[in-house]
């Protein structure tokens, strides 16, 4: 991995032969170019939240709220980010998150963010509602670390054989996503009208699935109106229960993670159930308005599940140092979410890697500049809560 003055200087250094860096920099700015390459319905599909996008706004002022407290006068030459999990070393403690319907953000999709998180060696989260399957991408990143996210279907042995596929391809991890089971009411995409399943986006696994298209009369080419009234039908499952976890450990032995999980309780009851590993997230605000920010979950689920299985963080990364605060707090790994489909409407592949490379180049600094030289450095002693006046 390349160092952050390193990817500064690259940067500096075209600067001087009159090429300066045309991608953008920063976070508003990247956001700002994507919504320009994209289609308004597209970028308000990814960009949108649930109602008043109360969560999501709450989950970026949440990082305010923590500050880091450097240390100096330590040796910080040499830096060491890997990090080991489920048997896994990885050269970041960053993965990129799952985000469905790649195709209506750049027509690679999830093609184009699967090679270049390949290149880096970063993990790729691919989702169960991806515009290509698990076939096709697994073949685009060759031996590059991989997991497969879980929409777990009303339809239990749909969800079992996208699993087994998973599993047959060389994903390394499943991801079950608990807090889809149905899906929120999102003001953007209602003002549109705009769901891109209906349109017969991001359903390339179901289609591509042997136990999905038995129950159709006709296969998707022939009569696609009717595969996706079926997906509909079958798409979320509000009956799922801790119990049904056995049914899934049953189909693969691969690790099992959950994701989405924001409540302490909850959080010991995935350990007593024997799942490898959490993931604190509230879905970037799509699920549910109101909801607790969760980087605040992430504090409170670290001291209760106290190291018993990993924790992985997502919603409301954009910055090294919003990733030094979440390990701080207690996460192994970090997921990037929004900011990569951004990436990938600007230039696709090439975008991805990029962002990929800056975001890694910023926490580099962060870690160094903050006193550190390898991540089990990075304790809670790293951060401080800010203090809130009383009045």
């Known amino acids: 991995m390349e160092t952050g003055m390193e990817r500064q200087l690259e940067i500096y250094r075209k600067g001087l032969f009159g090429m300066p860096e045309r991608f953008p920099v ?12 994209m289609k308004p319905e597209a970028f308000d599909y990814v960009a949108g939240s649930a109602v008043t996008e109360s969560t ?15 240390r100096f006068l330590r040796d910080v030459s040499q830096r060491d980010w890997s990090v ?20 209506i953000v750049h027509p690679d999709g999830e093609l184009a963010t699967a090679r270049a998180c390949a290149q880096l060696g970063i993990p790729f989260t691919l989702s169960t509602v991806s515009s290509y399957s698990i076939e096709q991408v697994a073949e685009a990143m060759g031996d590059a670390p991989r997991w497969f996210q879980l929409y777990w279907s009303r339809n239990h042995e749909v969800a079992a054989s996208f699993v087994r596929r998973a599993e047959a391809a060389g994903y390394s991890a499943i991801v079950v996503t608990v ?5 929120a009411w999102r003001p953007r995409d209602l003002r549109h009208a705009y ?39 079958i798409f979320g499952n509000p009956s799922l229960t801790w119990d ?32 490898d590993g959490i993931i604190v997230s509230n879905h970037g605000g799509r699920q549910l308005d109101g909801a607790v920010p969760a980087l605040d979950a992430l504090d409170t689920i670290a001291q209760a599940v106290g190291g018993q299985v990993p924790l992985l963080f997502d919603s409301g990364i954009r910055t090294g140092a919003d990733a030094l605060k979440a390990l701080a707090l207690g996460a192994q790994m970090v997921g990037l979410g929004r900011p990569v489909m951004w990436a990938l409407g600007i230039d696709g592949k090439n ?41």
Do not use: C
């Open 195 to 233: 769901l891109p399943f209906m349109h017969g986006d991001g359903l390339a696994n179901y289609f591509s699935d042997p136990v999905f298209r038995s129950l159709l009369a006709a296969p998707p080419e022939e009569d696609p109106g009717s595969a996706v009234m079926q997906f509909a039908a």
């Open 179 to 183: 807090d889809t089971f149905m899906l």
């Open 56 to 70: 999501a706004d709450a989950n970026l002022q949440a990082f305010d709220q923590w500050q880091i407290l450097p």
């Open 26 to 37: 920063e976070y508003a700015e990247l956001e700002a170019m994507a919504q320009q390459a």
């Open 351 to 391: 975008g991805v890697h990029t962002y990929l490379r800056n975001f890694l180049a910023d926490f580099d600094l962060t870690l160094a500049l903050s006193g550190h030289r390898k991540l089990d450095e990075v304790g809670r002693d790293a951060v401080r809560a800010v203090e809130k006046l009383t009045f």
């Open 84 to 103: 080991e999990l489920f048997g896994q070393r990885f050269p970041a403690p960053v993965y990129v998150a799952p985000i469905g319907v790649q195709g």
């Open 244 to 275: 049904d976890l056995d049914f899934l450990r049953q189909q693969t032995k691969l690790p099992i993670l959950l994701k989405g999980l924001l409540h302490p309780d909850d959080a010991q009851e995935a350990v007593k159930r024997g799942v």
